[in-house]
């Protein structure tokens, strides 16, 4: 009897060990290990026993994973293009260039996606987080139920940093205030240095570091660049890493703004490329795909496929247009030459650490395609309504282009010249302009092949399971008592050794504002939308999603371009494919396609009208704040000033390319100054200064009626100008009046009490401007419901 009890004791223990050894394998956090020391009243016999910290498998690599933003599959040397990347050719000689890797055509969800391991509209990232809107695949709403990559390699054991970019957070939770759920730092990462967005200035950039805003330590006059500076950070992090935690291995996630818009860049990179591009996008296509078959970067027989007819031939432009937009690209090309060139010091780093031969990195050159959001003109000059300024204004001054003066773009011309040899361009998940970039993967201490290609569809969700295998850790089936979603990539590990390795990612489904496709074991059928630079105007707000363009069909393993559409000669494959888009957009969240953004249309009974803020309060985002350039609005300061006077900025929204600032100049008076994409298209002034002691300055604005519904949703979108009535008023006088062009706040600035971060709003001061008096409050009062709206109110008249 006592024998049968033993033998059921010691087999209960067994398969309860065998269910611990299980759960140890598939959940988070990993159980602690019972403590195996010895505890005794004596402390001579006893032995201690610490909890041990979780430890990375044995001979673990350090991960590197670089991301760079809006740059398309032709654009770098390392695969033929015309831009020169010394330090990614480098990395490619030594590792390996797959050129059939993809991405999700827009920025958030390619990185969704590529820290999560799931698609894109799985973890609510069906568009950039900007234009979120209240449905599963679109809300911007990173779930519990997608461990981010970052989070699963920190309780493995390893230190994880993120540099740069991060549009990943809902942009209503951008602030100094939270809420942090969404945030680098609450997924994964023990650090983060960078911008929140989908863009920002290179030379005067929103910054944070952790959750805390921080301002760049320079001036660009002092010789300040956002990606310098990013990767100077993550140099510094290295070393500490190196003195600190050698034991330990690294993930570090460097994501550029770089090449993303603005094209911010020193003049001495510009000049490298001066006349580099006068031949024209036509050429230029011709030109990069020629050195793309010779360095077998794409097969032998891929073909070359022609320009779409809504881009115009560069024979078509003036003389001076070609001046113009060719200086365009030269602009671009320096700034992605620097990117490479600081890439390539965090990447020096490393070596000159000795940690390069066990590091895997994998650099992926674009978040998507090259970028058309520029339109035919590009972006520059711009006229006080936001449209592009007249040709000559804007040639006269293309020599500012890359400085600070402007948010610069290139043609969608150029855009496509960059993605050869595919269709299309960033959005257009439809088309592989869109949807492919070049993947890089150095791994000295596995890979043997250097220098070699690999072909075979790869996916960006691959990436997580490729790491995963790559450092021997489990992914968790549950993590804190939540159900994972599975992950949908495949590890090609196998590809890093083995040139025959299949790939295993037979399906993939993409959506990008209603541009739609799916792939299917080397089928791809695709439906386009919209251009590019017709996404976020009221054309999209308006037009029925999809039904401008028919189902195409493609045959990517005889034709790797996409160049010969087989819809008509194979109608019952692409029944299949369009059937199978339709069952995987409801397993992943992609219906409704294209839902219009929930920013632009939030009920004015669901929002706040009054704000109360006082001295000291900064960086309130777009969405945190008043939003006063869609309102007719209430402004009221109740300062006080001292015997001696004062001066400085009261409060100021935006920056230098649109916004509102309330400020008293050196003489002591009040002023109020507008700009709209840096031009004054407002202004009030005090005739004396402000007398001690306290005093209250109002500013009304009474929006202009808007024409119709329609320009009523344009000014929403900021895509119209937005005018008005200003009053100023001080201790109850009225002191000015005018009537403004177009209220329009630059939403990658914030608002600001007490001073003007950021760039200035306006061009009589420079930031930040601290105002010497003190400030009691400052109240902002939303008078009407819409732009234009009927029953506008005149609030202290």
Known sequence: MARSRFLRTVAGSALLAALSGAAWAEALPKPEAPFAGVIDADRAKSKPDLPKPPAAPKNAPNVVLILLDDV??????????????????????????YNQFH???????????????????????????????????????????????????????????????????????????????????????????????????????????????????????EGYHLTTDL?????????????????????????????????HVAQEWIDKYKGKFDQGWDKLREETFAKEKALGAIPADAVLTPRPEELPAWDSLSADQKKLLAHQAEVYAAFLAHTDHEVGRVLDAIREEGQADNTLVLYIVGDNGASAEGALEGIG???????????????????????????????????????????????????????????????????????????????????????YEATGITFPDEVDGVKQLPLEGQSFVDSFTDAKAKSRHTVQVFEMVGNRAIYKDGWWAGARNLP??????????????????????????ADYSQSKDLAKENPEKLKELVELFDKEAKRTNIYPLAPLPDLYSVKDDQSPKHFVFREGVNRIGALRGPRTASHSHTITAEVEIPAAGAKGVIIAEGGKLGGYTLYLDDKGRVVYDLNAHANITGHIAASAPLPAGKATVIVDFVADPAE?????????????????????????????EAHVENLFADYHETLDVGSDLGTA???????????????QTVTIDLNDAAPGAAGSTQAGK
Do not use: M
Request: charged fraction near 15%; hydrophobic fraction near 40%; glycine fraction near 10%.
């Open 72 to 97: 398309g599959f032709g654009a770098t040397s390392a695969v033929g293009g015309p831009v020169a990347t010394p330090a990614l050719e480098k990395l490619a000689n030594g590792g390996l260039r």
């Open 381 to 467: 000059a711009r006229a006080a309504d936001g449209k592009p300024a007249p040709l000559e204004t804007r040639l006269a001054r293309a020599n500012e282009l890359g400085s600070d003066a402007f948010y610069n773009h290139y043609s969608a011309a150029w855009a496509w010249g960059f993605d050869a040899p595919f269709q299309w361009t960033k959005q257009v998940a439809s088309h592989l302009g869109g949807t492919t970039d070049p993947l890089i993967v150095s791994w000295p201490a596995k890979i043997g092949d250097k220098g070699a290609v690999r072909g075979g569809f790869h996916h960006v969700t691959d990436i997580a399971p490729t790491i």
């Open 103 to 221: 991405v999700n055509a827009l920025c958030s969800p390619t990185r969704a996606a590529l820290l999560s391991g799931r698609n894109d509209h799985q973890v609510g990232f069906g568009t950039v987080a900007e234009i979120a809107s209240g449905y599963p695949g679109y809300n911007a709403l990173w779930p519990k139920t997608a461990v981010p990559l970052a989070e699963v390699l920190r309780r493995n054991g390893y230190s994880t940093a993120a540099f740069g970019k991060w549009h990943n957070t809902p942009v209503r939770e951008i602030s100094p205030t939270g809420p942090f759920d969404h945030w680098p730092t609450s997924l994964g990462f023990e650090y983060f240095y960078g911008f929140q967005g989908g863009e920002d200035s290179q030379w005067e950039p929103r910054l944070w570091r952790g959750t805390s805003p921080v301002e760049p330590a320079r001036a660009p006059s």
């Open 708 to 736: 119709s519904d329609a320009a009523a949703a344009a000014r929403r979108l900021g895509r119209a100008a937005q005018p008005g009535t200003a009053r100023l008023r001080v201790n109850g006088a009225l002191v000015g």
């Open 532 to 557: 590019p630079w017709a996404t976020f105007t009221e054309k999209w707000q308006s037009a029925p999603v999809g039904e401008a363009h028919p189902w195409e069909l493609y045959n990517l393993d």
């Open 761 to 775: 709003v306006s061009p009589a001061y420079a930031v930040p401007n601290a105002f010497t008096g003190k400030i």
């Open 231 to 263: 990767a100077n950070d993550a140099i510094t992090w290295l070393h500490r890493h190196d003195a600190g935690a050698r034991d330990k291995p690294f993930f570090l996630y460097f994501a550029t703004g770089a090449t993303h818009a603005p094209h």
